[in-house]
């Protein structure tokens, strides 16, 4: 009778609405005369209380949703997830048998290990998580002594174990106990619902680790699986998609993580009630999503009924409850509203460590938050002591790679910067970007393109801010400017080096299959650039589904990504520092690294943009020069403004040298060989047309080497001694006939003019190869086609002149195609607003084209195709055209146009226009160039030479300063 009675007392302590009215009949026991009292027994009470008890569990029982338990779900602020739901009718019959007049004793033992496991759920739902884990254990012990094991309950507790562990922070438990309950249910049992379950469980348990490759696989594995079983309309799967989307959330895919989001609500209306708790959390999900996406008023909405509903379920001592006060507070912050913020993060702190303890990974979350409001109030001192507990906890809890650690290491890094502790600063910052290049490294190889471009964007400001930070330093430590160019090579140009990477692994590995997968890669690739030229209607009509062709693209390239790392030790070398670049250098050489810097006051970014140009050389290794041009805004736009009209007349005018480089003199006196490698506004800049006010240019006194990256030198200078001319082999094309097949009844307007002077151009060059036992193939005319361009097969050297664009901005709501391109896929893709024109192009350019999928030639070769040219061998590649190095501008990563585009697929070096080039002098660079290349097989000196002859002849930087040649 005691052991019933302690039962009912211990779940009516978790069942809050059932306690009050047991105390109500104890109050009312109380107030009864001794006659009366004699009248009610302890039996009364226990039936009062089974019956209040059976009540409140039936109710509960249609107010909870009914997916598994097993399935956890996980909250966008990457705490955890507290209050685990489903199932209540299971957990009502094992419970109400507890309550029945039967004995606990009569049980099976595989009936009392299920019945220990149902009141584990009960205590794990109700936040009693000690409770909750003496009652699994119990169960498991029981199916382990009475080798029951393995079955679905044993694998069940097994679980349940570790999503405890998961919540309580003892992830490395966590991670032990449900890969056994992955491995029991999917080698032992067959169980296939409950493998679902444990492949999302790992899924979120990785995500929280900071393994997000394996989270991602685990993910998607967990989202066919659940198909399979449950179908796509249940719960289970919302919940999948719900984590899925979290984790794109993470690595910085918003667009992604909202589609999944909304998706997964779509699903849950309908078969989940709006206040229950797994609903509450999708949306609260999407509320973080729309906090980060700057939608703040829709956000608070979400957050405060969702701290409603918690009220009223939970009351205000739960970690969820504590969760969404974390939430609303971050919220509060970025509006401004900082008197709710410090009230809201108290209320969640003392919630976690009332619940959790002090060496809890989420309440150490909960004081970085505090930390990062009192250091943006300016109180260091609260903030240090703050920020030092979290750390502990932290290195202790999730290992010092963890994200949330490093982010905690960095705020301390702040906090020094703010304080003025140069050195402390400096050295944790060290620490700081180093962890951020290891999680570069860990990560990427198993991203597409796309996915490494997003999670890029949520690392890049750490190392902008950091040369914020050095900006400041360099006077009190002057070696700062070490680092700062050592992390600005490790990380430029980043997304252009693991694409090239992970090419030449594939291509290089000898496998056969590999690079046939490859190869399938590249067409479906193509298969999508054409794609993107038919409107929604053809697409709907052709019965093309693109977002999922763009999913499947990606898809693949993410397999060959991870793939190659199996070939990475043949390729992969070690990093390269600016002391080994220095050694490099011959006397008079130097290295120029240009680093575009929003300045930022300590936590907060600023509007200010300054330059930095770090000047490398064999005496300055340990110490680059640093030069720092104050005003970025004015460089980016009224001078650029002003550069930009200058070049496009044949006249004089302002000398632009003081303004972009006259303060990097006295650095660069003695070098008359710079490596440069440009930044921002300096890529739509030739340095070698800044003029003096004496009427001399750059030109004139330096020999300029563009480098995508001074990390590059040493490679360059390895193929400059292997020798230019291993492979004679030339493609030129010139003169198209862009009117081909033009139905002039259909002109809207003028079509383009043709360029008689580049089949002049062509044949010049082709001669000249042909006379140093060049094999040439030339299409001209008719034959000058996109399509021919498409077949080429890594020749050394391929030289088109044709006319090329790029469309900088689009109006607002275009309803006609962009150079072939649905105007909606051109504004979210600059590749796809520039590129090169060729045979047939005047019909798609205005509009009058043979529609439909299959159709290959339109005469436009945007950038996107272009990435996927067989360039890889080629050494050179010529575009002998208007404006071919425009492109948008990405700090960091250089220009994406053609440029980047041909660099991807393989070619080595680029000659590229930033400006209309007048058509009779160009021919004449080029052959000057042609000739002296050919005749001393160095073309860098040969560009230059062909340069300074042009400039002899035609003065103004109009004619000869608009081709530049940039190395990779």
Known sequence: ??????????????????????????????????????????????????????????????EYDQTDFNYAVSFSDNTGFFESEEKYHRLQKGLLYVLSPESLEERTDEQRAADYNDVGEVLYASG?????????????????????????????????????????????????????????????????????????????????????????????????????????????????????????????????????????????????????????RLKVNLALLYQLQERYEEAEEIYLDAIRTKQNRLGTRHPDYAVLLQNLASLYHLTGRYDLVEENLNKAIQIYKRKFGEQHHVYAGALYDMARYRLFRGETKKARSLLEQAREVQREKLGVHHPACVNTLETMAILEWQEENWNASAENYRQVMDEYLYQIHTYFPAMSEYDKSRFWATIQPKFIRFHSFALDASEEIPGITYDMYRYHIATKALLLSSTSKVKKRILESGDETLVGKYREWLDLKEYLSKLYTLSKEELEADRINLDSLEQVTNTREKELSQVSELFAGAYTQKEVTPSDIALRLSPGEACVEFIRINRYCYLEPDTTVVYAALVLDRNNYRQPGMVVFPDGNELETSAALRYRRLMQTARAGEPFYNIYWRDLEDFTRKAGTLYVSLDGVYNQINLKTLQKEDGSYLIDEKNLVYLTNTRDLPALKDRLEAGTFQRKHAFLAGNPFYAKGFDWNRMVTMPLPELPGTQEEVDRINELLLQQRWNTRVITGEEATEEAVKQVSSPALLHIATHGFFLEDLPDGRQEKVFGIEPMKAAENPLLRSGLLFTGADNTLQHIETTGSNRKDDGVLNAFEAMILDLDQTGLVVLSACETGLGEIVNGEGVYGLQRALQIAGASAVVISLWQVSDEVTQELMTRFYRYWLD?????????????????????????????????
């Not at 009516?12 to 009050?20: A, E, Y």
């Not at 302890?42 to 039936?47: A, K, M």
């Not at 009693?128 to 169960?139: D, I, T, Y």
């Not at 349940?160 to 919540?167: E, I, P, Q, V």
Request: proline content about 2%.
């Open 1 to 62: 009778m005691k052991t019933r009675i302690f039962l009912i007392l211990l779940l009516t302590g978790i069942l809050s609405p059932v306690r009050g009215q047991i105390k109500n009949l104890l109050k009312k026991v109380k107030e009864e005369t001794v006659d009366q009292i004699s009248n009610i027994t302890t039996e009364d009470v226990l039936n009062k209380g089974k019956e209040l008890t059976v009540a409140y569990l039936t109710r509960a029982r249609n």
């Open 128 to 280: 009693k998580f000690r409770s909750a884990e003496l009652s699994f254990l119990a169960a498991r012990t029981i199916y382990k002594l009475s080798e029951l094991e393995p079955c679905k309950g044993a694998a069940l507790t097994t679980s349940n174990l570790g999503l405890l562990y998961h919540t309580t922070g003892r992830l490395s438990k966590a991670e032990e106990f449900t890969l056994d309950a992955l491995k029991m249910r999917r080698d032992q049992l067959g169980d296939i619902d409950g493998y679902g379950a444990s492949l999302n469980n790992m899924g979120v348990l990785y995500k929280d680790l900071g393994k997000y490759a394996e989270a991602e696989e685990y993910l998607n594995r967990a989202l066919e699986v659940t198909r399979e079983t449950k179908g796509s309309q249940g719960s289970a799967y919302a919940i999948v998609l719900n984590n899925l989307a979290i984790l794109y959330q993470v690595t910085g895919k918003y667009e992604d993580a909202e589609k999944l989001l909304l998706q997964a609500l779509s699903i849950a209306s309908d078969d989940m009630k709006e206040k229950s708790p797994n609903y509450v």
């Open 936 to 968: 001393s097989g160095d073309k860098l000196r040969a560009f230059e030479k062909a340069q300074l002859e042009i400039k002899q002849k035609y003065p103004a930087p109009f004619y000869w300063g608009a081709f530049v040649m940039v190395n990779s």
